[in-house]
């Protein structure tokens, strides 16, 4: 059974930073893209970011370039986001996600796995 595990998240000021991880257990058969989401209630799931299975192409959603940076350690079976210069519109739940290819992680409706989310507020 596949678990993804967040961890990280909780409630900083403006400006502020911080770093969410993410484990993965239970995958088998081949490499895995992997990516964060993010959602606020009553509205959709969104893209934040994804990274392909070696790292080697990686993609943001404009909100985020420039602020945010993922990265994955294939050995640990993680996913990591660090997010800089954090803003009030940045506070959402935070969810990890896999999937077979980036292509996958585009949009919520074709990823295989999620996690249970993490909770990010950004407030004075």
């Known amino acids: 059974q596949v678990q993804a595990v967040e961890s990280g998240g909780g409630l900083v000021q403006p400006g502020e930073s911080l770093r969410l991880s993410c484990a993965v257990s239970?995958?088998?058969?081949?490499?895995?893209?992997m990516g964060w989401f993010r959602q606020t209630p009553g509205k959709e799931r969104e893209f934040v970011a994804r990274?392909?299975?070696?790292?080697?192409?990686?993609s943001y959603a404009d909100s985020v370039k420039g602020r945010f940076t993922i990265s994955r350690d294939n050995v640990k079976k993680m996913v990591l986001l660090q997010m800089n210069d954090l803003k009030p519109e940045d506070t959402a739940v935070y969810y990890c996600?896999?999937?077979?290819?980036?292509?996958?992680?585009?949009?919520?409706?074709?990823?295989?796995?999620w996690g249970q989310g993490t909770q990010v507020t950004v407030s004075s």
């Open positions: 996600a896999v999937g077979p290819t980036l292509i996958h992680l585009a949009s919520p409706l074709s990823v295989d796995y």
């Open positions: 990274i392909s299975w070696d790292g080697g192409v990686i």
């Open positions: 239970g995958l088998t058969g081949g490499s895995r893209a």
